[in-house]
Nanobody, 125 residues
Framework: QVQLVESGGGLVQAGGSLRLSCAAS????????MGWFRQAPGKEREFVAA????????YYADSLKGRFTISRDNAKNAVYLQMNSLKPEDTAVYYC??????????????????WGQGTQVTVSS
């Protein structure tokens, strides 16, 4: 079992940057592929980015390519989401999620086994 705790959210002006972190408990963190999702008010949760267990493969939502970067540090049991050139439409609660023994990158939320509680990101115009 894995417990996930996100941090790093906050209020930022448009054009600014934030780095989200997700700390994972458990000794088998490297067995999990990791993903970031977000949910804006009144909208469904949507895929943001995912990374394989080794960090060798990453995948992004098309609309976010070039602005967001996912990475992980298995020695620290952590996954990160660097967000640059933020826009007001990036405002959402951001969640990290873990998928056990993820082979191909997964982009659907129902394919993930564990979820964090979320961290709020607000981008002002």
């Amino acid at each position: 079992q894995v417990q996930l705790v996100e941090s790093g959210g906050g209020l930022v002006q448009a054009g600014g940057s934030l780095r989200l972190s997700c700390a994972a408990s458990g000794r088998t963190f490297s067995s999990y592929g990791m993903g970031w999702f977000r949910q804006a008010p009144g909208k469904e949760r949507e895929f943001v980015a995912a990374i394989s267990w080794s960090g060798g493969n990453t995948y992004y939502a098309d609309s976010l390519k070039g602005r967001f970067t996912i990475s992980r540090d298995n020695a620290k049991n952590a996954v990160y989401l660097q967000m640059n050139s933020l826009k007001p439409e990036d405002t959402a609660v951001y969640y990290c999620a873990a998928a056990y023994k993820m082979g191909p990158i997964r982009i659907n939320d129902f394919e993930y086994d564990y979820w964090g509680q979320g961290t709020q990101v607000t981008v002002s115009s």
